[in-house]
């Protein structure tokens, strides 16, 4: 009995000061947030809706006043379970998701966001790269389209068009046909290793990245190589730039 104990209390949770931060931050600055979620999942009549509790492990407690003509206003409650806990920034974000399914439910707007979400979003920014595909350019994608054609004509044409004959005589047939392959292979390890990196960065960080995206850099990848390689290296680096920067200390005054 005291190992499953022990296990719970190793998860990680929410410490009461981090509780008492979160519902402080939700009831008082995202409090339209609140109602709008009380009134499409609970009441349309709600009112006054609150966060009384955050357990632990991420389960939310929102409560309401309902207005009523005899006995005054009634109180009302509802529990979510947050998906995929992991810490205050898993519950503000299901919190924002529920509240905007709410307001466009409400408003019919299937363009709005909640003020939840944006401030979400906007945190995302600063600390997450944006990994969509960025195509290479058109200059970038001719050159290696003409460079690959050309290639090709030299390794496995029979022809005796003048141009290649003189093209053969500096460099033999069999040469451009070991050449053109290496390229293949090289594009082709370019390829996996881009694959494996968004299958990483998709398994820790889905938000980032899904199987659309990284089908997109892997297709990249392995027809244009390098010129596709670099815009998605650049992106990793800054990745760990920002993280890097997230974790150092802040420097006191005085420090050098």
């Not at 141009?163 to 451009?176: G, Y």
Request: one cysteine or more; hydrophobic letters at 40%.
């Amino acid at each position: 009995m005291s190992i499953p104990r022990q296990r719970m209390r190793q998860q990680p949770g929410l410490s009461p000061t981090d509780q008492h931060k979160l519902k402080t931050t939700l009831n008082t600055t995202y409090s339209e947030d609140m109602n709008m979620i009380a009134q499409h999942f609970g009441n349309r009549r709600a009112a006054q809706a609150r966060i009384t509790d955050i357990d632990t492990h991420g389960g939310v407690t929102l409560e309401w006043d309902v207005p009523s003509n005899t006995d005054g206003s009634a109180t009302e409650d509802m529990q979510f379970a947050v998906r995929g806990f992991d810490g205050t920034s898993s519950v503000v974000r299901e919190l924002g998701d529920l509240a905007t399914e709410a307001i466009r439910a409400l408003s019919g707007n299937s363009q709005r966001e909640s003020e939840l979400s944006r401030a979400q979003h906007a945190l995302d920014a600063r600390v997450l790269v944006d990994f969509a595909y960025v195509q290479p350019s058109v200059l970038a994608m001719s050159f290696v389209a003409l460079g690959m054609s050309a290639l090709t004509m030299l390794a496995v044409s029979s022809s005796t068009h003048p141009l290649l004959e003189l093209v053969h005589m500096f460099v033999s047939q069999s040469t451009c046909y070991y050449v053109l392959i290496g390229v293949v292979i090289v594009h082709f390890l370019e390829a996996c290793v881009v694959c494996a990196v968004c299958q990483l960065v998709k398994t820790f960080q889905p938000r980032q990245m899904d199987t659309r995206t990284q089908m997109q850099w892997t297709v990249g990848g392995a027809l244009f190589g390098l010129f596709c390689l670099h815009e998605f290296a650049s992106k990793i680096m800054r990745q760990f730039a920002l993280a890097e920067s997230m974790q150092r200390p802040p420097q006191r005054p005085g420090q050098t």
